[in-house]
């Protein structure tokens, strides 16, 4: 049927296997199938799309974050994709599925609007719940706000306090993305009375997760350790040694922000134990990146940059692109500038690549300020001055604070370099490394994400 389509230029095939209509074949369409279709045929049709939808974000999500916790979806979703659509799509590894998640993610948040338009909130929340991870690393941060939103409100409705937790707990992390910390407090504290109400130790964790985060984005660590310490407590009293391998990851992250590098070293050391025992190669390699972060924080950045060399080395990183780009990054920190500017150049410009094709601004504009940073060291301040303007625009429009801050920071350098009077070649160089130990300094480093 599609060759047909094609062949009298009803449908055209915008990138391969992606077909789509002109506008006014697709509203004659809808009128023709309005006119022509019995009703039952037409909500059927869409609660198959439905099913597919959800069916496919399920098997894209189980393959990037096989460990990730979520809700079980119900049957009755799923039913039909299975019996209809035997042969959904079968990727070969993490990066496939990025790729897909990036390309379908504007239909998938039609299907999702669809569904609330028309009475149908509960799929829609389902649909959200799966999402959740995805449009947080596509900074699509705003949509995350609406579906969440709206998911929190249709659990709530229905009765459903375990999946408004995690609706909340969802909620209350973009928020955070966006610093409404006022609402992403209320949202973690309402989503903690409901789990402890409920005895769910796993979910009181995660919210008191979000509540540590908002501690630590507004500088306030020791409080913020004080609820790390909590979740630690939760973790370890349950059998989810992934869980308590994430909080002790979190730990460490936090506890080298506030100089107790003692900690952050035995809780990375006991994360990566876990990790392994879990035979889990993207938390390994998570912490791996994280004790390279550590060592660069520390001043040691040969070690650092042994221990990310080696990570550029993994069979697992080098099979996963966005895994790969994020080792890059951090890799060309540690170079030595500007003798080595020419190959921090050249693994930045392939770091910013990835991420820019699967679709992570917040990691692209994190590798834009570190590339306007050794473009300075370089003796470059234009080519510095466009990289750090290009990562404030994209910072204010996913609302990206503290990296609109580093990025301001940097064109500020770059501009007194510009149109200042001439300096001495040594005074150039140091006001020219301020970036990057800024960027280090403030935490964006994307191996040291805030705490879960």
């Known amino acids: 049927m599609i060759e047909d389509l094609l062949a009298v230029h009803l449908i055209d095939e915008r990138t391969p296997d992606r077909f789509g209509f002109h506008d006014l074949i697709r509203e004659f369409a809808q009128e023709t199938s309005l006119r022509i279709d019995p009703e039952h045929a ?52 993490p990066d496939e599925a990025r790729t897909w998640l990036a390309t379908e993610m504007p239909a998938l948040l039609a299907v999702e609007h669809t569904l609330r338009a028309n009475g149908r909130p509960a799929p829609a929340a389902w649909l959200a719940h799966l999402l959740t991870p995805h449009l947080e690393a596509a900074g699509l941060w705003h949509e995350a706000l609406r579906v969440h939103r709206e998911a929190a409100r249709h659990w709530r409705s229905a009765a459903h306090p375990q999946n408004e937790v995690h609706a909340l707990i969802g909620l209350s992390m973009i928020q955070l993305r966006v610093s409404q910390y006022a609402e992403a407090t209320a949202g973690a504290e309402q989503a903690l009375a409901l789990a402890r109400t409920a005895g769910d130790r796993t979910a009181q964790a995660e ?105 550029s080395r993994h069979e697992a990183v080098a099979q996963d692109s966005m895994a790969m780009a994020i080792v890059r990054l951090n890799l060309a920190q540690t170079v030595h500038l500007p003798a080595e500017s020419v190959e921090a150049t050249a693994l930045l410009d392939s770091a910013i690549q990835t991420f820019r094709r699967t679709g992570s601004p917040k990691h692209e504009i994190d590798a834009t300020n570190v590339l306007g940073g050794v473009q300075l060291a370089a003796g470059r301040p234009g080519s510095a001055a466009e990289l750090f303007r290009r990562s404030l625009t994209l910072s204010r429009q996913i609302g990206a604070v503290d990296e609109a801050a580093t990025a301001l920071a940097g064109l500020g350098q770059a501009e007194r370099l510009l149109y200042a009077p001439p300096a001495p070649r040594a005074h150039r160089e140091e006001t020219a490394a301020r970036p990057m130990a800024e960027f280090h300094r403030t935490g964006t480093n994307p191996a040291k994400p805030g705490p879960e």
Do not use: Y
């Open 207 to 311: 919210a008191l997760g979000r509540l540590g985060e908002v501690h630590w984005e507004r500088g306030e660590f020791a409080r913020a350790m004080e609820l790390q310490h909590e979740v630690l407590q939760l973790r370890r009293s349950t059998e989810d040694r992934w869980g308590l391998a994430r909080a002790l990851n979190n730990t460490g992250l936090l506890a080298a922000r506030t100089g107790d590098h003692k900690t952050s070293r035995k809780s990375f050391s006991e994360a990566l134990s876990i990790f392994e025992e879990l035979d889990d190669l993207k938390g390994q390699l998570n912490t791996l990146n994280n004790i390279g972060g550590l060592l660069l924080e520390i001043g040691d950045k040969e070690s650092a940059r042994r221990t990310f060399t080696r990570l």
């Open 42 to 93: 037409r909500s059927g049709a869409f609660r198959r799309l439905v099913s597919v939808a959800i069916a496919t974000v399920d098997r894209a999500d189980r393959l990037i974050n096989p460990h990730q916790f979520r809700l079980p979806v119900p049957a009755e979703l799923l039913a039909p994709a299975a019996r209809d659509f035997p042969h959904l799509p079968d990727w070969l590894g």
